[in-house]
């Protein structure tokens, strides 16, 4: 988390006045219930109706600025079977270059496959 703090310092001191990160929480799924998480008591009842459609991301980041890191973040983003679809979608409308997902490792299959 240091460095991460380091990147984005470094970040705002060459790209002054400009977005240099975004965090998007993609969805309130999660398949755990971990105490140290912030947001776990929120995640009983959540359901994909509840995420932003795909047209809906395409829609809101036509109205972004370029901007170089995205954080995907939840509950558990690789419990969104379209997730590849809305990194690209950031990367060709916002020029993402960076990808940060926490996740609880559930899923090494799919954050290999990302």
């Known amino acids: 988390m240091v460095a ?12 002054p ?11 309130a799924r999660c398949n755990l219930r971990c105490e140290m998480c912030f947001y776990w008591e929120r995640l009983d009842g959540a359901d994909a109706s509840q995420e932003l459609s795909l047209e809906e991301v395409e829609r809101i980041t036509s ?5 170089p ?10 419990l969104r079977s379209d997730l590849d679809a809305v990194c690209e979608i950031f990367a060709r409308r916002c020029r993402v270059t960076h990808l940060t997902v926490p996740t609880n490792g559930f899923f090494p299959d799919r954050v290999e496959a990302l």
Do not use: C, D, H
């Open 4 to 15: 991460a703090g380091w990147a984005v310092a470094a970040a705002r001191s060459l790209l």
């Open 17 to 27: 006045g400009q977005l240099v990160q975004v965090t998007y929480f993609v969805t």
């Open 63 to 67: 109205t972004m600025p370029v901007f």
């Open 69 to 78: 890191w995205l954080i995907l973040s939840g509950g558990e983003p690789f």
